[in-house]
Structure formats: structure tokens, C-alpha cells
């Protein structure tokens, strides 16, 4: 069973600073399980505890306690061995500016002991669409190849799992969907993807499964699909010709409200159904236009990070 679990974290704790009056926990007793080729994001604020998790998880920084198995080995027992099957993708985009891709590559594969017989140099620069760029100087790379060529070498091992510290950082907005899209690939090779983010856009287009920390605790652990159905508040704009009979309109469970032109209901879809307010609406007044917002990441992320 547990080769289904790419990841399995249990009560992990890190307190920085430990005793020094600047001690701080950066990660509460975190539990949580990464499913062997999934994409499963860690969303959070600045501050949250992302990169420590990552960090220990790469080896950089030592956990206070807590119990963490890749692929059912444990971490701290076996630490060359998970280490061989783990890639990480750090957040900075610092590449030394005078080697080109293949040469860092080469490097890096070098520096894991890849043999040469064994390296794909050319297949990871093909897979992160880096192949045009090979020979070209590193600092000539935009900020999109640079993240690539980031991904590409943490690639040069051959990794089960694939580990992102915010992955479009320091890339541009049009390059995201690329960005995106290139991870999705080598998910699709059976790699499993953890990515850290505070865009909850990101997490809600590239991930399964969320977990959301905030000051280092676990506020949130579910799939994509069910952090978006607990959103119970549902929001409907009308337009309108006039509202001279807004009075009229009530329902139970529904908060309406009006301002130049429009009538907003506020709702909790669980309790009552669309064509029951549309009906109220309309019968009221003229309806011009409808709009209708379904809450998003940012609607769970507030309502769990504010408590
Ligand atoms: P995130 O990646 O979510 O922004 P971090 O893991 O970087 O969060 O930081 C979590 C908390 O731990 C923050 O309050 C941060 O200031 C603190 N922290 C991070 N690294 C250190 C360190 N080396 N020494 C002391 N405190 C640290």
C-alpha cells in the first residue's frame, strides 16, 4: 500500500531558533500524504512555512521532530537513497550566467553521479522546451527558460517526485500557462509534483489536491474539487431597469442588496436554488443582465486563514 504514497509526513515540526528569544515555529505538527503521481500544491501566505517544509524535505534544513517516508522509507534512515528520488526545484532563479543548459546539465548529472552512458541531457532539454537554447549562455535565457532550465536539472537524476518551491516566481503572466503546462507534462510521465504557491490561481489550475498552511499550521487538507464545493456563499448580479420594487423582493436565506442599477443576492447555494431567485427577481423587476460569481480559492483562503 504504501508505494500508492509518494509522500508521508506525520507530525512534523520545526521550530527555528530553538531556546534563543528568537525562536519561531515555521511548521506546527504537520501531517499530510502525497499521492504517488498527483500534483498536489501547498498553498500559503508569505510566512506560512512553504519553503521549510520543502526545505527539509530537500535535506536544507532539519526538522525539529516529526516523522517523515518517501515512497515508504523513512527520510532521516535513508536520506542518500530519498534524495536520489526526489528533484528540487529551488525558487531563486540564479544560474551561473557563462555555462549553457547542456553544459549545466551535464554538470549536474555530474554532481549526482549520473554516468555518461545514462544521461538525457538532450531528452530533459527537449521535454522543458529548452532544446532551441542548448548552446546558448544561461544569462541570456528569459525568465520563463531560466525557471525550465531550474526544473531541467532538478530532472537530471531521474526523479519519482518532482518538488517546485513557488515555480512562477519571477516569471511573466503570459509564460505562466507555458510554465503550467510543461509541469502537467512531466506529471503526465508519472512524476508526482509538489508545488509551494501563495497564487491561489496557480494551486487551482495545476493541483489535485491543497493543502493550506498558515503560520506553519494546517488549516485546509482536500482536493481541489471539495476546497471549491465547502465555498457555500454564492453571489448574483442582476442588472436591472429600474429597482422601484426592490422592497418586494425577499426570500429566506438570501441577502439582497441594490446600488445604481444592480441588485446583488448573496446566497448559500446549499440552502437554496438559483431559478428560485432568478423567479423572485424577475417578477419584480426588469432584469438587463445577469452575472453570477462561484467564489473561488480566495473565498476558502479567507475563511480559513482568518480565524
Ligand atoms: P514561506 O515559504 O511560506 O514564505 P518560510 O518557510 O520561509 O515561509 O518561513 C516560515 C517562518 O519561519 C517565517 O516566519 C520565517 O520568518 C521563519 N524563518 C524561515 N527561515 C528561518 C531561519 N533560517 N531562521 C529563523 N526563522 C526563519
Redesign the pocket.
Known sequence: MSSDVAISVRDLNKI??VGSK?E?V?LNNISLQVKKGSIFGLL?P????????INILADLVRKTSGHIDIFGMSHHENLKDVKKLMGIVPQELNIDPFFTPYELLEIQAGLFGVPKNNRRTNEILELLALEDKSHAYARTLSGGMRRRLLIAKAMVHNPEILILDEPTAGVDVELRQNLWGNIRELNKLGITIVL?THNLNEAQEMCSRIAIINK?NLVALDSTQKMLERIEGKIIKFKVKDSKNFEKIKLDGVKFTKSNGQITASYDKKKIKFDQIIDKVKNNVEILDISTDEGDLEDIFLQVTNK
Open positions: 527555528y531558533g528568537n519561531k515555521a500559503g508569505n510566512g506560512a512555512g512553504k519553503s521549510t517544509f509551494t506553519g
